[in-house]
RNA sequence: GCCCCCAUAGUGCAGCGGCCCAGCACGCCGCCCUUUCACGGCGGUAACGCGGGUUCGAAUCCCGCUGGGGGUACCA
């Protein structure tokens, strides 16, 4: 979720700039580097559209675009900032830091070794860290962002950049990366605001030129958190499971943070393109509305053709009837009814199989004798109906209902609990007319003795 | 704890010193339409967190507080 949002913005800021949109994937951690937490990934950002212009599957002139398969790069640029002092070795581990009192970031102990000592440490083959060092002196990082604005720090810790084990951390592969890759913007989540000063002055050691940096606001959920996957709205695949558009979702994302200067809000791709800019993204974080979601869905929704509404819902639900599902769209009676493409299946369950009654309905509608009467009645004239079309139907059933004085809007309630199952579902008189004939006066009457 | 970011209705946004006793959208609540439910139409509800400044004038600028979030890892 999170990282699809800010996919999107990387993606939108490229297009709209004519710039390049690379895809590299920062699997430096053994954990992250598993195909079952990557693939999701680029099939997520397949679904929205948001194609990449560089990226491992497809290469580029900056390749590799994998962090596990650039590992020379990595090391030869934590050898080159040991050589010019930018960084050194360090042996203390947790529980030294723990026995020193030190509860968050370092206390550079190992920055003031002598060469004595360093050589004992390393003779002794206990294994080493590698630390970034702050330079002497520096007391703040200054970063304009391009979303944030001005962002100071004074907090610079000598991070690690090294494991002990030899294999680079984050804040070392994006930097080199990022440096050898030529990027020139980097857009990310907000989550990694604090981690931008190291990279910062990482850069500078390396002689680098800065990239500008733009950090998107975090989504929360609900509960106002940052969104996890324990909130199951991670996987922004899961949404194309339950029938959200893709189309719908890049409109909504983009609706997260950033706004159109026109204040519309259903907006084309091309539109959203061509608007979209980085001073128009604003810097507070925002709460993921599934209600708004859904509404803007079924917007979209009302919007497709029949064919392709038809074609889409065959797709994430392959078992759904072709041709009853044909009917309903065709008679225009699911559209304005559907949030999303999997609510369609329960929707027109009642008209391929003979639903169980509601009992509330049951209670409510059905157990009078004015019922009874009227669903007998109701059958009758229905079974001897010429021309079995909705017209024809809808004037008997009216018809029936103001020879037995019942009230226009209440009395077909009761066929409609019997056709249906429930109190509400697809139009009456249409539904009657798919069900056919028999079935139709099969079910008033067997609702006759519920 | 420390560091950083943020702060307009329940939610998402607009606003970037006077056009704002604050606009739009979703939601919610009425009414209309209607064979149910929806769709649609009309109307309504609801916010500039608090306190200080600056200014002729502040939602807009500054400071403090409070609140929320993020970071604080040999994760990314």
Known sequence: ??????????????????????????????ETAKPELVDPIMESL???????????????????????????????VVERLLREGHAYRCWCARADLDARGVSSGYDRHCRGLTEAQREELSASGKPAAIRFAVPEGRTEVVVQDLIMGEVRTEDLQDRVIVRSDGSPLYMLAVTSDDIAMEITHVIRGADLLPSTPIQ?????????????????????????????????????????????????????????????????ELLTLDRIIKEFTLDRVHSAPSIFDHQKLAWMNQEYIKALSDDDLENRILDIAPDTPADVLHSVIELELIQSRITKLQDVPDAIQYLHQRPAIDPKAVEKWLGTEEAKTTLETVADRLESVDQWKPDNIKSCVQDTIAELGLHRRKGPKPIFVAISGSEAALPLFESIWLLGQEEA???????TSV
């Open 200 to 264: 910062v002055l990482l850069t500078e050691a390396l002689g680098a030129p800065l990239p500008k940096f733009a950090h998107v606001p975090l989504i929360l959920g609900p509960d106002k958190a940052k969104l996890s996957k324990r909130h199951g709205a991670d996987g922004i695949l899961t949404f194309r499971d339950e029938g959200i558009l893709p189309e719908t979702m890049v409109n909504f994302l983009a609706l997260l943070g950033w706004s159109s200067p026109t204040q519309d």
């Open 46 to 76: 397949r679904w929205l559209g948001l194609n990449w212009d560089e990226g491992p599957d497809i290469g580029g002139p900056y390749g590799p675009y994998r962090d596990s398969e650039r590992r020379g790069l990595h090391d030869e």
């Open 441 to 447: 006066v099969a079910r008033l009457r067997a609702a």
């Open 1 to 30: 979720m999170g990282s699809a949002h800010t996919a999107l913005f990387n993606w939108l800021f490229a297009r709209h700039e004519g710039g390049t949109f690379v895809l590299r994937i920062e699997d430096t951690d053994p």
